[in-house]
């Protein structure tokens, strides 16, 4: 069942990272990222690896140490838990970064390879956008269209 819940995990969250990537400016993509349940199918494949290991789980991230983590994520149910968590943060954060880029006027092109580097090296992803966001201020309401800084 582990396998089959790692495999799972990715497929998931594909169809939510094609939108953003792929389709950006559809109109279905807009109304299913705008929603944050997008991760909930993740969440849930997490729920299923971590609670029934909940007893080696809570002491290692109460109490953590290097040897302890690394015991923890060592095993197939411990790895496939640290990728769900890692696929369901990096389509949260994907997620916020499109919303956000939507608003400010951030061109497509401009982010399909931010959205790419945050679902292969996450905090890396998000650290792009961070320098991005900085050139667009977000739209005003009612505004014409974005602003873009100097």
């Known amino acids: 069942m582990t396998a089959t819940l790692f495999t799972l995990t990715f497929a998931v969250a594909a169809p939510f990272w094609a939108m953003m990537i792929l389709l950006p400016r559809w109109s279905w993509t807009a109304r299913v990222i705008s929603s944050p349940l997008i991760v909930l199918p993740v969440v849930v494949i997490y729920a299923l690896l971590v609670v029934p290991a909940f007893g080696d789980v809570l002491p290692a991230v109460t109490r953590p140490t290097l040897a302890g983590v690394r015991d923890l994520l060592g095993t197939s149910d411990g790895a496939a838990a640290g990728w769900a968590h890692m696929i369901a943060f990096d389509l949260f954060v994907g997620r916020w970064a499109w919303l ?48 873009r800084l100097g």
């Not at 931010?114 to 050139?135: E, F, K």
């Open 100 to 147: 956000d880029s939507r608003e400010r006027g951030v061109p497509a092109l401009v982010m399909a390879p931010v959205l790419l580097l945050t679902i292969l090296l996450g905090p890396l992803g998000l650290a792009a956008y961070l320098a991005v966001r900085t050139r667009w201020q977000p739209s005003a309401v009612g505004a014409t269209g974005p602003q």
